[in-house]
Structure formats: structure tokens, C-alpha cells
């Protein structure tokens, strides 16, 4: 989710061009939530990894 976010969030700001960058405009605040939920939530490598490795427990059973 944080992956999508950040995507939507960074084009977004690239159709506002340097307004995005600017507090007068919520896309700034968006772009800097999403990031800071891809940071808070841990990289989204190591989700993947875990998420991985608990599959391959799954399936060997």
C-alpha cells in the first residue's frame, strides 16, 4: 500500500510541477505522509522477504 501510495502521491506532484512543493497545497503534505509510511511501515523489501519466506513454510508442509 505504501508502494502505491508513493506513486500516486509523486505523480501527482509532478502534474503540479514546484507547486507540489509548496504548503499551499495538500499535495505536499501527501508526498511526505506517504514516505514516511514507506519509512515507518519498514522497507518494502523486507515485508516482501518475510512475506516470502512464510509462503515457502506454507507450501512445505
Known sequence: ASDVAMKVSVDALQLFGGYGYMK???????????????IYEGTNQVQR????????????K
Open 24 to 38: 499551499d497545497y495538500p499535495i505536499e503534505k501527501y508526498v511526505r505522509d506517504a514516505k514516511i509510511t514507506q
Open 49 to 60: 522477504s518475510i512475506i516470502a519466506l512464510q509462503l515457502i513454510k506454507e507450501l512445505s
